[in-house]
């Protein structure tokens, strides 16, 4: 018998999981794995189940799952393992894992409802007497009278339209006369109609087909509406006889279902052919055509459209790396391997044959890239070689909508796709019998989540493949200094392709120091004239050029002259970011809003001015400097949703345009050929800032940026701006150099004992109160300090470098050990002597492997 009771894990920021009684109806549904509707609270809530229990905690009062969502589980026992792992090692709250792990639920809505109490309907009863009681204004009787007349209850949105405002409402309910409630209710799922060809040949080879086909109708007693048949006496020609042009028609549609394309959704098959909707509404009622409704197909990438795959033959640095995949794929087991590559070495290529291998061994493969945009490049190469008709390839990332990314999860979970390709959190995607997984860019800190759960995608990647006995993959031209660092111990397997492909050499990197560019101009430009005269000679030769810059916004600063105090954030200290085109003030961080000041804030002098370029004003400026130029702006502020990113990409691949301007985002991955110029506008910022990564940062991106230019058969050129060409950072990135940068950061990293040779947690103590922060900081100290050097050192409390965000005052420590699982350990029992002494859970955060001390 299944047992009464399960453990459900809710998306709070609790380190526990809460107990639900299982009522007799759905005893035969509920699993580990399912998502349940369940009261939590004042309200409902979608948990998932996390194991079933024989018993409830004596004492508390057990409330019942409402609802069970899944027929099959949601989550496989393999991601119900690796959740309890990433919370235990990332001492993370299990029900926010969970949260990154499932599908947005797009099977409910919920609503919140009016509901006349018994009050109230006595209150309308003796108000239909005609005299107002009960000390109501006339709108609220009429209100109530409506709401009673609506077989009580009404929702709450509509509500605003039958006369009365928030606060009467609240007043009728003081007084009970009402109730508001949150209700939730299924949804429909969202489907389309789906045509296929099923008609007689005849009907189109034999000129009566068509009036068979009327006759039949009439038979059927069918009967056309007006609208319809004006449409097609418009598209078919005035003659309702049988023509020429409309045979022609029936024909290509009949081509397209039947040959070229099989079943076509209504939209689709309306563009493909081309007709209106009335010929297709004929040709069924005609009994050519039968249709049903079906869940939405993916979203056709227009790009995907006649893409052909370029089949190369591996060179032989190429074929070298294969075998070794394949090796490693012959002894079944758990592994390691860092294909490490220099920019355009063909490592896609590798990728794509080692997700083939897989899939001709029966298995699963999950590629994970850092980037949106890359999902969409890599994802289009996986379907024209895997997805025959798109099916076998999913693609997960978040400027998906919920609707669209339930349906690629659930196309996973179901078996359909067996190739995912995705972001960070397609880690968790429900993949069965996982042969490989794929890290592309491996060193990428859009891995890392910045937020609770704050795991890490590669880290999980290789941790799931390690539950899989697959092999994690993990590829880079310029690697993290752990993931090197482990590949030379031999931890990891290391595959090198040491040149690009077709013998083509890596682009030209030059420095452009801008002191001397300002001695020379005067001009405080951030196009300096090298790079002008670069693009110029694009422009001329009609190749392509690259812009990066590493700041979005119109500008980055809002300072006055007269007092030196720059405008902040009200709830961080933080600058607020000025937005031209939208016209206010934005803070980053939190997403705050403020009007732009035309007097200082503080000192209410009229002295303000904007500092520090960002994405907006480049383009601005490349626009007014080369007028005729076709250019577009790629970054997180106009690329939003998917269809953005493809048009902006694809306009830029597809030659449409010949500058593009962006942040980080261009640095990745892309394999544009026409490209010959990279200008990276700034490079310093990231240097300066308090961060032991920065210099290993600072080179990454250089060096990525580098591998976008001469990647097709012209050659590339590279020009980096910069105030600290000295800098050994910048400097191995003008050569290309990763070994010889590895070294001195490896060096500089062993002296400071900072990781690969340490482990760090960084923790934060966080709270609205001031007062509080401290106080919890201290108690905190008072925990940490007698456990100091003791296998692991603690620094701090200190003011957090972010002393404020999002309206909370924070504190710091940072943890640093040899050993992580020491580490884990007095975490621990940190978090267990917080709870002792009632610190609220939200308060401490623990930021286990930090990428940023931020
Ligand atoms: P990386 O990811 O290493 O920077 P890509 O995988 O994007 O490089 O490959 C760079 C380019 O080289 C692509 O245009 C790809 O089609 C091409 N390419 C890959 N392998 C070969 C090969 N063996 N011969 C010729 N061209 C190749
Ligand atoms: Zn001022
Ligand atoms: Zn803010």
Request: hydrophobic share 40%; proline share 5%.
């Amino acid at each position: 018998m299944t047992p009464p009771f399960c453990n459900v894990a809710l998306p709070v920021p609790l380190r526990t999981a809460f107990t639900y009684a299982i009522p007799e109806a759905l005893q035969e549904t509920v699993q580990a794995g399912s998502r349940v509707l369940v009261p939590f609270r004042k309200k409902s809530m979608v948990g998932v189940v996390v194991e079933m229990a024989e018993s409830a905690p004596p004492g508390t009062k057990i409330r019942e799952i409402s609802r069970v969502l899944d027929f099959v589980p949601s989550l496989t026992p393999k991601l119900i393992e690796l959740a309890h792992w990433i919370a235990g090692y990332y001492l993370a709250p299990v029900g926010e894992v969970f949260r990154a792990m499932l599908p947005p639920v797009t099977e409910l809505k919920s609503q919140r409802q009016i509901i006349l109490t018994d009050a109230g309907r006595e209150a309308v009863a003796s108000l239909s007497g005609g005299q107002l009681s009960h000390g109501l204004s006339s709108a609220e009787a009429a209100f109530l009278a409506k709401v009673k007349e609506k077989k009580g209850a009404v929702l709450l949105g509509p509500a605003a339209k039958l006369g009365v405002d928030a606060a009467a409402l609240q007043r009728l309910q003081r007084r009970g006369l009402i109730e508001i409630r949150e209700s939730v209710e299924g949804r429909k799922r969202r489907t389309q109609r789906v045509i296929a060809w099923k008609g007689a040949a005849e009907s189109i080879e034999k000129d009566e087909g068509k009036d068979n086909a009327e006759t039949l109708r009439q038979a059927r007693g069918e009967r056309r509406t007006q609208r319809n048949r004006r449409e097609e006496i418009e598209e078919e020609g005035i003659a309702e006889t049988p023509t020429a042009q409309r045979k022609s028609r029936e024909k290509r549609i009949r081509e397209l279902l039947e040959t070229e394309r099989g079943p076509l959704p209504l939209p689709q098959l309306l563009k493909l052919a081309p007709v209106t909707r009335a010929t297709i509404e004929r040709m069924s009622r005609d009994g050519l055509l039968e249709s049903w409704e079906e869940a939405i197909d993916p979203a056709e990438d227009p790009f995907d459209a006649g893409y052909a795959p370029p089949a190369h033959e591996l060179n032989a640095e190429q074929e070298n790396a294969m075998q070794r995949i394949r090796a490693r794929f012959a002894l079944g087991e758990f592994g390691v391997q860092l294909l490490h590559g220099v920019t355009g070495s063909g490592k896609t290529e590798v990728y794509l044959r080692a997700v083939q291998e897989t899939l001709a061994r029966g298995k699963t493969a999950l590629v994970l890239v850092p980037e949106i945009a890359l999902t969409l490049w890599i994802g289009r190469q996986c379907r024209s070689w895997f997805g025959a008709k798109f099916e076998g390839v999913a693609v997960l990332h978040s400027a998906l909508s919920d609707v669209e990314r339930a349906r690629e999860w659930w196309r996973v979970r179901s078996g359909e796709a067996r190739v995912v390709v995705g972001t960070r959190s397609a880690v968790f995607a429900p993949l069965e019998n996982v042969g490989l997984i794929i890290v592309d860019e491996e060193q990428e800190s859009s891995f890392k989540q910045e937020e609770t759960p704050r795991y890490h995608g590669r880290d999980v990647a290789i941790v799931r493949a390690k539950m899989e006995s697959a092999l994690a993959l993990l590829g880079s031209a310029t690697p993290s200094m752990e993931t090197y660092h482990h590949a030379r111990e031999g931890k990891y397997e290391l595959l090198t392709l040491g040149s690009r492909v077709a013998e083509r050499s890596l682009a030209s990197v030059e420095i452009v120091d801008l002191r001397e560019d300002f001695q020379q101009t005067h001009q405080t430009s951030p196009i300096s004239a090298a790079l002008h005269a670069g693009l110029q000679e694009c422009l001329a030769n009609g190749t392509q050029a690259l812009v990066l810059i590493n700041r979005r916004g119109y500008s980055w600063s809002v300072l006055c002259r007269s007092c030196g105090a720059s405008v902040q954030c009200v709830n961080c200290s933080i600058s607020m970011t000025h937005h031209k085109q939208r016209n206010r003030l934005e803070c980053h961080y939190c997403g705050s809003i403020q009007q732009i000041p035309t007097i200082c804030p503080k000192c209410q002098s009229k002295y303000v001015y904007f500092f520090g370029e960002g994405s907006e004003h480049l383009e601005e400026r490349l626009r007014k400097e080369f007028p005729g130029a076709r250019i577009a702006r790629l970054d997180r502020d106009t690329a939003r949703t998917k269809r953005q990113y493809q048009e902006t990409l694809g306009a830029f691949a597809g030659g449409a345009l010949d500058i593009l301007v962006g942040t980080q985002m261009l640095a990745k991955g892309h394999d544009f050929q026409r490209v010959t110029l990279v200008g990276v506008v700034s490079a310093d910022s990231s240097l300066s800032l308090p961060d032991f990564r920065a210099a290993e940062r600072a080179f990454q991106l250089l060096t990525q940026v580098a591998g976008r230019a001469g990647r097709g058969e012209l050659s590339g050129r590279v020009l980096i701006q910069t105030f600290y060409p000295e800098h050994y950072a910048i400097q191995d990135a003008v050569k290309q150099d990763y070994g010889a940068f590895f070294e001195r950061e490896l060096h500089f990293r062993r002296m400071m004992a900072y990781p690969p040779f340490t482990s760090l947690a960084n923790v934060i103590v966080r709270d609205v109160s001031l007062e509080k922060a401290i106080r919890w900081s201290r108690q905190l100290s008072e925990y940490f300090s007698p456990h100091d050097d003791k296998g692991v050192r603690i620094l701090g409390p200190a003011t957090a470098p972010l002393a404020r965000l999002k309206k909370e005052h924070r504190f710091q420590f940072l943890l640093k050990s040899q050993k992580r699982s020491a580490l884990t350990k007095l975490l621990g029992g940190a978090l267990a002597y917080c709870d002792a002494k009632e610190i609220p859970d939200t308060a401490v955060l623990v930021d286990m492997d930090p990428l940023s001390l931020l």
